[in-house]
């Protein structure tokens, strides 16, 4: 019997841990200083989301046992990749689009990872309710971006910082657990 090579999925796994960590300390850095310049922002998110779409590209072809984890990720890590170089290329101009933009892709993100915590609970994995807890609340958060009340600059870096916060936290648990 041939044996599976775990490399490419243990590099997505720790990729996932890194860049859900990277979203928790961007989340803090914008609620913290919501003047921080546009540009700034622009340039590291960007330069974050085309890393975090290689990653989720990378997870999505390692194969990983039950295909659980990774499953949807090619699609999104194309999605990701793309909204990178847009953040990188014109950062000014897309900081309404990118709160929408990431708002969906997140939004998305989110109702996808609901179904895989209901099915790592057919599998057996104990804490499924986790997954869809912290699904459920990064949903709504990422509502409430897309939707942003007010268009103040501090309003809208507070709900990027608590969306990032959200999807940070909602990716390091599935990376963990599944």
């Known amino acids: 019997m041939k044996l599976r090579s775990v490399i490419s999925m243990r590099i997505a796994k720790i990729g996932y841990i890194i860049m859900s960590v990277f979203l928790l300390s961007s989340g803090i850095l914008c609620i913290s200083l919501p003047d921080i310049s546009i540009q700034i922002i622009g340039k590291v998110l960007g330069t974050a989301m085309i890393i975090f779409g290689c990653i989720k590209l990378v997870g999505y072809f390692s194969k990983d046992l039950f295909r659980l984890a990774f499953q949807y990720d090619l699609q999104f890590g194309i999605l990701i990749f793309v909204l990178g ?71 809208l870096f507070a709900l990027l910082g608590a969306t990032l916060i959200a999807q940070g936290c909602l990716n390091l648990f599935v990376a963990i657990t599944t």
């Open 85 to 155: 170089l847009v953040m990188l290329v014109r950062p000014s101009e897309v900081i309404n689009l990118l709160s929408v933009a990431l708002g969906f892709a997140i939004l998305a993100d989110s109702l996808f990872k609901i179904q895989i915590a209901f099915d790592s609970r057919k599998f057996g994995i104990e804490k499924w309710w986790g997954i869809l807890v912290l699904a459920i609340i990064t949903s709504g958060i990422a509502l409430v971006l897309i939707f942003r009340p007010s268009q103040s600059a501090k309003v």
